[in-house]
């Protein structure tokens, strides 16, 4: 049976509101997937949002994602009397080369996405728990491209492993999630990446703008 996790974030949050915000450890990958998920959380939430992303290629990439991050969180704060924290892991893109070893010719969206998504969510989820959160998810689940079912799967087989921090349920991209994003990130100015983040996907990306190119110049001809 498909479950509507969008309907369990929905239970979930409705069991704060008599109760002081708890607070959530949110794993983030960019500022235009943050927008949308941060302004929904922060109305139950007391947030910290964790940049933990060792896939992303090259260091400058890395740091350009998380300087808009950053300046949106920023932006944000300025508007709120509860602060969102921020939370930042050094670059370190041999952590995930070496965790995708021998998947590297894997299309995207195959195995080698799968153990990028177990990487990221484990190592965030070890940071909550760490760190005593009550809460923990991850804002992936707004992204079109991305599998709400199977990280929603990762995250509660995380909490088995972090039981002392909850797992939050959650599929954002439902009721106009992505669309939200989007237009808040317009709003904000964001820089919006056109490749999921890996050097694999970086050089799929490359190879298909190479190819509409080649086909939009052999339609003048």
Do not use: W
């Not at 177990?118 to 005593?132: G, V």
């Not at 491209?145 to 087989?157: M, Q």
């Amino acid at each position: 049976m498909k479950i509507n996790y969008n309907e369990e974030y929905k239970k979930e949050v409705s069991k704060l509101e008599s109760a002081e915000k708890p607070s959530i450890f949110l794993h983030a990958c960019c500022g235009p997937c943050l927008t949308y998920p941060l302004t929904e959380l922060i109305k139950h939430f007391k947030v910290t949002v964790g940049y933990i992303n060792p896939n992303i290629y090259p260091r400058e990439e890395h740091e350009k994602r998380y300087e808009e991050l950053k300046r949106f969180i920023d932006e944000l704060n300025e508007t709120l009397s509860e602060k969102v924290q921020l939370v930042k892991y050094d670059y370190d893109y041999q952590v995930y080369l070496n965790a995708v070893k021998g998947h590297e010719m894997d299309k995207e969206g195959g195995e080698r996405c799968t153990i990028c998504h177990e990487l990221r969510l484990n190592e965030a989820y070890e940071h909550a728990s760490r760190n005593d959160y009550d809460y923990f998810t991850s804002v992936m689940t707004v992204s079109s491209k991305k599998p709400s079912s199977l990280l929603n799967e990762i995250g509660f087989e995380l909490q088995s492993k972090y039981p002392n921090t909850k797992y939050l349920p959650a599929d954002f991209k439902k009721c106009n999630g992505t669309l939200k994003g989007i237009n808040i990130g317009k709003e904000h100015h964001l820089y919006r990446q056109d490749y999921c983040g890996c050097s694999f996907s970086k050089r799929e990306r490359e190879e298909y703008r190479d190819k509409m190119e080649s086909v939009k110049n052999s339609q003048k001809i």
